[in-house]
């Protein structure tokens, strides 16, 4: 059994270098963060740190939704359905950043990927315990992913609360602009994570069928 997750381990760690090289876009928000705080609290002067946080941080998040806004959508959307679900959705991504406009809090800025890794661990979850591989099989449609959506579904729950333990960790531990520079490389990081889940997972299942 260790010996098992001995290997799991080595395999996971290895896929990190070969993993295909990551979208421009995905460095774009935390690029816009990295030059809007700074700025916003040169312009805002001493003693508005707190207002340039949230507000070089709600723009950068319009710019995370506006990038994935058509990814996100196009697994959800049905025939004859688009626009009312473009729309729901649309409004469901920009109800937080109002949400977070009118409190003008660090904090509520800084929880705001828990609660999003919180609401997906929660929805894998949810398909788990019932037996069903429905979100899995949204997002990973591939033909090669559909023997490996069970498991595909438990990894998300573990990767999802994870990522919430990892947001809360660094909100106690590091000062807010310290903070702003996790959250700028947060999505390579989850998408890497992520990437190299997704081969261990089919690299494992290969090595059990050929193992049979």
Do not use: K
Request: glycine share 6%; proline share 6%; aromatic share 10%.
């Amino acid at each position: 059994m260790l010996r098992h997750i001995a290997e799991s381990f080595r395999l996971f760690l290895y896929l990190f270098q070969d993993l295909p090289p990551l979208p421009r876009r995905t460095f774009l928000p935390g690029a816009v963060l990295l030059l809007a705080y700074p700025l916003l609290s040169v312009l805002l002067g001493t003693g508005e740190e707190g207002q340039a946080f949230v507000t070089a941080f709600l723009l950068a998040m319009a710019v995370r939704i506006g990038l994935r806004f058509e990814d996100v959508a196009r697994p959800l959307m049905r025939p004859g359905r688009q626009a009312r679900t473009a729309v729901l959705l649309l409004a469901v991504a920009l109800l937080p950043l109002a949400l977070l406009a009118a409190a003008g809090e660090m904090r509520w800025c800084q929880r705001l990927p828990s609660f999003y890794f919180l609401l997906c661990g929660g929805l894998y979850l949810s398909d788990m315990l019932a037996g069903r591989t429905a979100l899995a099989c949204r997002f990973w449609p591939q033909p090669e992913m559909q023997g490996h959506l069970a498991a595909m579904t438990r990894f998300m729950v573990l990767f999802s609360l994870s990522f919430v333990l990892l947001n809360e960790t660094m909100i106690r531990s590091l000062d807010p602009s310290h903070w702003l520079l996790f959250w700028a490389v947060l999505p390579v990081l989850s998408h890497t994570v992520l990437a190299a889940l997704r081969e261990t997972v089919l690299g494992l299942e290969d090595d059990r069928d050929t193992a049979v």
